[in-house]
């Protein structure tokens, strides 16, 4: 799952010995504010408790007789407890909230396992509940989220020693429409579109420069043709935007070359390659077509042609 990969791979960079001297320093930072914190919440619950206190104490205080005051004093009373219960509710969810504090073994068992993690963790030994032993190791939780960001995993580690990290991950999606990074994939075929790329080296490129298509697969002249097709980029010519000569470079013939060496239309040269009378490739989709003729195949194909018309003339 990339999810875990990603979280692997957070952990090891920061499992080095030199981050890890680093968290241990934050962290010693943290408990150093945590301890400040944790007196200030003692001396609150403390001041309740003897206010509570002095409030009973007043009560029993009180002459039975003197009726008004002693329901007075325990009005008071009651709410000097409340403040107390409160006062403690909210100190118990502040500590529950708080970094643990680690100790000199906690501190030496980091500073160890960032020495020999990697070893250990590569190693064919160390097996799966392993791994996830060292992770809790370090990670208090993991928290993820796919909605945050358009083609994106959100996740937040919280680790051990109170620190928070965030990361994005880019998800497979079903369609484009939830890619994360649409529009600077868009500028990057226009671009490369305009350099006269081919759909299949365009493809390659994409590949080189870590974007992804659909579904998490690699890129392919196929994808591109059908972004290209959607968007409305149009196709770059073998020959730019010269019109199609009669005959190819290498030799090969367009599809005008072919109809006029037949003696047919385009649309019958079509035709031949459709049902395997002639062959032709086309580098993409868009692209022009080159069909290889050998001397012997426009003279059977010419022959073919002339008894076509024949047969056509003697009907009529």
């Not at 880019?170 to 990074?181: E, G, K, P, S, W």
Request: aromatic share 6%; net charge positive.
């Amino acid at each position: 799952m990339a999810v875990d990969a990603l979280v692997e791979r957070v952990v090891l960079d920061a499992l080095v010995p030199d981050q890890i001297e680093i968290a241990l320093a934050a962290a010693g930072q943290l408990e150093q504010e945590s301890r400040q914190l944790e007196r200030q919440w003692t001396l609150r619950v403390e001041r309740a408790r003897y206010e509570a206190e002095r409030a009973r104490r007043q009560y029993d205080a009180v002459e039975p007789e003197n009726r008004l005051v002693a329901r007075s004093l325990e009005r008071v009373w009651e709410e000097k407890l409340r403040v107390v219960e409160t006062v403690e509710q909210e100190h118990a969810r502040w500590r529950a909230q708080e970094p643990l504090l680690i100790g000199p073994a906690e501190r030496a068992g980091l500073q160890a396992l960032g020495e020999n993690l990697p070893r250990i963790w590569n190693t064919a030994t160390t097996s799966a509940a392993d791994r996830k032993r060292i992770l809790r190791f370090v990670i208090r939780e993991v928290v993820l989220d796919q909605k945050r960001a358009r083609g994106q995993v959100w996740l937040k580690i919280v680790w051990q020693t109170g620190a928070i990290s965030e990361h994005h991950l880019q998800r497979r999606v079903h369609t484009y429409r939830d890619y994360v990074d649409i529009d600077r994939l868009r500028q990057r075929i226009v671009e490369l579109n305009a350099e006269h790329k081919m759909d299949s080296e365009i493809a390659a490129i994409l590949n080189q420069e870590g974007f992804v298509a659909a579904l998490g697969c690699v890129f392919k002249g196929k994808n591109v043709w059908v972004l290209r097709t959607r968007w409305g980029i149009p196709t770059v010519k073998i020959n730019g935007m010269d019109k199609n000569p009669m005959r190819w470079p290498d030799g090969s013939f367009s599809i005008q070359g072919a109809a006029a060496e037949l003696g047919v239309t385009p649309q019958t040269v079509l035709d031949y390659l459709a049902r395997g009378l002639l062959a032709g490739r086309q580098l993409a989709k868009g692209q022009p077509w080159q069909i290889e003729l050998s001397n012997e195949q426009i003279s059977q194909l010419r022959n073919r042609v002339r008894r076509t018309k024949r047969s056509k003339k003697e009907a009529s």
